[in-house]
T-cell receptor, first 113, second 112 residues
Framework: SQTIHQWPATLVQPVGSPLSLECTVE??????LYWYRQAAGRGLQLLFY??????ISSEVPQNLSASRPQDRQFILSSKKLLLSDSGFYLC????????????FGEGSRLTVL | GENVEQHPSTLSVQEGDSAVIKCTYS??????FPWYKQELGKGPQLIID?????GEKKDQRIAVTLNKTAKHFSLHITETQPEDSAVYFC???????????FGSGTQLTVLP
């Protein structure tokens, strides 16, 4: 069966520090991968999605970047965090781009102080 | 991008009562409408979905209805139980943008 792992689960970082959140998927090949942010309130905002190694689409211009160095690995990064980057970050995968079920990880809660 | 409005933002019901959450959208080309449930501290999970060629779909205590003419779709939970307490998101696949758009969520609380 497929599983998705995301870490760290919680992170407290000072403003201006770098960020690296990692997500890996097991049990499937060539998944479509996504990073979402859930800010205070409850809506989910799509940040990045990837249909293959090295292929990243950005949905919202921001202080963040994403990379996909391996087929089942998706990394969310920032060189300098802003206060507004605080939130709950969710990694997800799907078998088909935006036409089927999304499988979410457990999330990473980032607090920028 | 595509806009989807979800109401209400919070909903409290007594255990055993029904709960209804409604979403409206504007893109007539939208053709896929899933609903996700997010429990506290976890990622959302798909609970039911419906495609545009169907008006209603049921899965035990959960049902979804779709009115394409009026451009709204609703989640119905009957005989609610405390474990139904969670945040529920309507989602739609925009026909034009080919992207999933999430509603703002509804915090459902089932009171024992």
């Amino acid at each position: 069966s497929q599983t998705i792992h995301q870490w760290p689960a919680t992170l407290v970082q000072p403003v201006g520090s770098p960020l690296s959140l990692e997500c890996t998927v097991e049990g499937t090949s060539n998944p479509n991968l996504y990073w979402y942010r859930q800010a205070a309130g409850r809506g989910l905002q799509l940040l990045f999605y990837s249909v293959g190694i090295g292929q990243i689409s950005s949905e919202v211009p921001q202080n963040l970047s994403a990379s996909r160095p391996q087929d089942r690995q998706f990394i969310l990064s920032s060189k300098k965090l802003l206060l507004s980057d605080s939130g709950f970050y969710l990694c997800a995968w799907s078998a088909y781009v935006n036409t089927g079920e999304l499988f979410f990880g457990e999330g990473s809660r980032l607090t920028v102080l | 991008g595509e806009n989807v409005e979800q109401h209400p933002s919070t909903l409290s019901v007594q255990e055993g009562d029904s709960a209804v959450i409604k979403c409206t959208y504007s893109d007539s080309a939208s053709n896929y409408f899933p609903w996700y449930k997010q429990e506290l501290g976890k990622g959302p999970q798909l609970i039911i979905d419906i495609r545009s060629n169907v008006g209603e779909k049921k899965d035990q205590r959960i049902a979804v209805t779709l009115n394409k003419t009026a451009k709204h779709f609703s989640l119905h939970i009957t005989e609610t139980q405390p474990e139904d307490s969670a945040v529920y998101f309507c989602v739609l696949l925009s026909g034009s943008a080919r992207q999933l758009t999430f509603g703002s969520g509804t915090q459902l609380t089932v009171l024992p």
